[in-house]
């Protein structure tokens, strides 16, 4: 199993496709929180730059923050293994901060290393300690959450919003842009931008896709649907057998959803 450079996991391989200071009102994930967690990290990362959470194994979850900084905890649980085995790296650097729960060695794969983006290498072989993240977000910071098993979520956030994962579910709502990938299970993201300013993609292979885009939306629209059905508050045409087209006012960018075997739902918001 691979996420960045290399990941490995022995115990249940899959392919993976396409792959801090809180005011006392801040509604704050679920989860881990103060008091509760194994590992808390706060700190500023500047408007425009970006949190990101890479795990394995456990779910990560965002929400808004009306402070100022970035607060991230952290929760490890084991069945047979160590939950100590697993430690929690920081890394700053130019794009923001990454932020991994970094497993074992394994024996003949190169060294675990925490870095961001799709760098970096983290592999897990004969651990079952998982790790569930919670991040409280500002305004303005932009969220990237990438798990192999586990669900990304994203509630409510005012800033650029991104969840991958290969095994679990995708949930993000923003004001801003946002793109979700899995490969086995749902896609569900309601983004606020009319405007994208880039390509985003709303994938998976077994699961559905559902996308709310607001009704003034400057984008094209692709999406591809094999064995599932498409709705959509949109015209679309259907230009090849199983792939349906739209330009949305003025075009732009293209919003891509699809799955393989699953639904895909193109609403309309406000």
Known sequence: MRIGRKIVLCVAPILAAA???CDDDDNGPAGPGPGTSDFEWSGQVA???AIEIKGISGSI?????SGSQVEVF???EGQQSDPSTVTIEVVEHAGGVTICAVYPDVPGQPPNECAP???????????????????RVPAGVDFVGRTISGNVSAIGLQSDAFGYVVSGNVDLTTTEIAEGRTVSGSVDVTLGEANPG???EFATTSGSVTLRIPSDTNAEIRATVASGSLSSDFQLTETSPGIWEATLGSGGPTLSLSSVSGSVTLLSGS
């Open 19 to 21: 792959l801090v200071a």
């Open 47 to 49: 408007q425009g730059l």
């Open 61 to 65: 979850s965002a929400s808004l923050t």
């Open 74 to 76: 952290a929760t490890k």
């Open 117 to 135: 983006g799709l760098e970096g290498n983290m592999s897990v072989q004969d651990n079952d300690v998982e790790v569930t993240f919670a991040v």
């Open 198 to 200: 880039r390509d985003l």
